[in-house]
């Protein structure tokens, strides 16, 4: 089956630094990637939504500039958190497909900033 | 705007006891429903989802749930509980109408007792 391999698993920061997460579709095309947020305790949020080839589309309350998002092939997105801080501990998961194949998603991404 | 109400936030079974977590749902459109199951710092993993045809579903360790929608529900079940199925389980549903993204509820805890 489609699998959508995120690394790392898990990444600890120090505050101020920046941090990447990679997702790779393998064996299938990821039209869109789907990037969530799960705070302890908590559900999955819809961070932003990015499409190959264009700019990301991000959620209400959610800083642009702060979470960049990278889709330039079918087969890989990027989550940069920029200048990493305490409260952007979370975990991290992306999910990728298309319309008519479905999505997948990755395994998360346990950052802890300190 | 879709939402997802699961209903108890932390169920707690015997091992050997029926499992029901609920899931109630609200859209516009007909929707597709999903439940997920994530073990302690791993991803999301699929257990069943229901597009169309038979409301009655089957996913992968002996869980089923049924779509209803005459009372807007989908709800998990598993006639036995294992102790491997404590874990957190997620509803979701996905919105076609609004680039496929989903819109998750707030997950129960499952535990199991021996």
């Known amino acids: 089956g489609a699998v959508v391999s995120q690394h790392p698993s898990r990444v600890i920061c120090k505050s101020g630094t920046s941090v990447k997460i990679e997702c790779r579709s393998l064996d299938f095309q990821a039209t869109t990637m789907f990037w969530y947020r799960q705070f302890p305790k908590q559900s999955l949020m819809l961070m932003a939504t990015?499409?190959?080839?264009?700019?990301?589309?991000?959620e209400q309350g959610v800083e642009k500039d702060k979470f960049l998002i990278n889709h330039a092939s079918l087969t890989l997105s990027t989550l940069t958190v920029t200048s990493a801080h305490p409260e952007d501990s979370s975990f991290y998961i992306c999910?990728?497909?298309?319309?008519?194949?479905?999505?997948?998603f990755g395994s998360g991404t346990r950052l802890t900033v300190v | 705007a879709q939402s997802v109400t699961q209903l108890g936030s932390h169920v707690s079974v015997s091992e050997g006891a029926l499992v029901l977590l609920r899931c109630n749902y609200s859209?516009?459109?007909?929707?597709?429903l999903f439940w997920y199951v994530q073990y302690p710092n791993q991803g999301l993993q699929l257990l069943l989802k229901?597009?169309?045809?038979?409301?009655l579903v089957k996913g992968i360790n002996g869980f089923e749930a049924e779509f209803k929608k005459s009372e807007t529900s989908f709800h998990l079940t598993k006639p036995s509980a294992h102790m491997s199925d404590a874990a957190e389980y997620f509803c979701a549903v996905r919105d076609k109408n609004a680039g496929n993204m989903l819109t998750f509820g707030g997950g129960t805890r499952l535990m199991v007792k021996p």
């Open positions: 990015s499409n190959e080839g264009s700019k990301a589309t991000y």
């Open positions: 999910s990728g497909g298309s319309v008519g194949y479905g999505y997948t």
């Open positions: 229901y597009t169309t045809g038979a409301t």
């Open positions: 859209s516009s459109v007909p929707p597709y």
